[in-house]
């Protein structure tokens, strides 16, 4: 009896030794690895997201200036994986935003002082459009490995502001990613994703690449540049960086901060969050 508790005993502390926690989160490339079989993962945080868009008129000596500042307050964004196979996890993710907007008219002449006019703001809460999908891994050596991602954004499991806008449809995700270890401390992932917004038929395409170092056996520190090609046409360009810290092997925290390379992307952002490993 004492030895077959023994040996169980034995077979857990493996288990979990073996399985350290691996993240999607916090930056935009998705890991290419699944969770363990019938393993829970729960990535869940907050983002705060500011931008401002400038439109200017002119008429003789008089400059019209509209602005618009959005705000988007993501209060919980959560992701759960939970491992079907070795080879195979099942993925669904929720967020509950809360986006507010503000427009403001400005006058401005070289005669006199510029004037102020304030248009109004809105607000929109509830839960964004949530995805159900799967994360394969399609290939794994002891340097690099690669995946496959497949999503299905539901407008039904939108609510409040964000409940489904009539001839809205179910849209897919699809994203590659790739990650290399060039030493046991630096590595370099890369990302290729196509998403449909369920309104059009032209995708949205997105790149990532993103450059870690590990500080200490917990401490790890990224730098990722990643963009957009919106199906309208616009291209978004961005950086983001920060930390992940890892408390023991199924507990991590993050913290992200990143900017807008160019007009049409966000001015900031502000991302932090924390990760669990769980197991049946």
């Not at 288990?15 to 079989?37: G, L, M, Y």
């Not at 002082?113 to 809460?125: K, L, Q, R």
């Not at 502001?161 to 990650?179: H, R, Y």
Request: glycine letters at 8%; a negative charge; charged letters at 20%.
């Amino acid at each position: 009896m004492i030895k077959n508790t023994l040996t169980l005993l034995l077979m857990v502390l493996c288990h979990f030794a073996f399985a350290q926690i691996e993240t999607d989160r916090p930056d935009f490339t998705e890991s290419p690895n699944v969770v363990p079989k019938g393993a829970m993962q729960i990535e869940t945080g907050f983002i705060l997201e500011n931008d401002k868009l400038v439109y200017e008129s002119r008429l003789g000596s008089l400059l019209e200036k509209l602005e618009y500042s959005y705000q988007n307050f993501t209060i919980n964004t959560t992701l759960f994986r939970y491992g079907l196979t070795d080879n195979i996890e099942l993925r669904f993710n929720t967020n509950f935003s809360c986006n507010q907007f503000k427009e403001l008219k400005v006058l401005e002449s070289g005669f006199v002082n510029p004037t102020a006019e304030f248009y109004g703001d809105s607000i929109e809460v509830g839960f964004q459009t949530s995805f159900i999908g799967f994360k394969t891994n399609l290939y794994k050596n002891d340097k690099m490995s690669i995946g496959f991602l497949g999503h299905l954004y539901i407008p039904e499991l939108a609510s409040g502001d964000f409940a489904k806008i009539s001839g809205q449809k179910i849209a897919p995700e699809f994203l590659i990613p790739l990650i290399y270890d060039i030493t046991d401390k630096f590595g370099i992932a890369i990302q290729y994703g196509l998403t449909w917004d369920g309104y059009t038929p032209n995708p949205t395409t997105s790149y990532t690449m993103a450059l870690g170092y590990s500080i200490t056996d917990k401490l790890s520190f990224y730098l990722e540049p990643y963009g957009f090609l919106t199906n309208n046409g616009d291209e978004l360009h961005l950086i983001n960086g920060g930390f992940t810290y890892l408390i023991n092997d199924n507990f991590q925290l993050d913290l992200t901060g990143g900017f807008g390379l160019n007009e049409p992307a966000p001015d900031n952002f502000l991302n932090c969050g924390a990760s669990f490993l769980l197991f049946n």
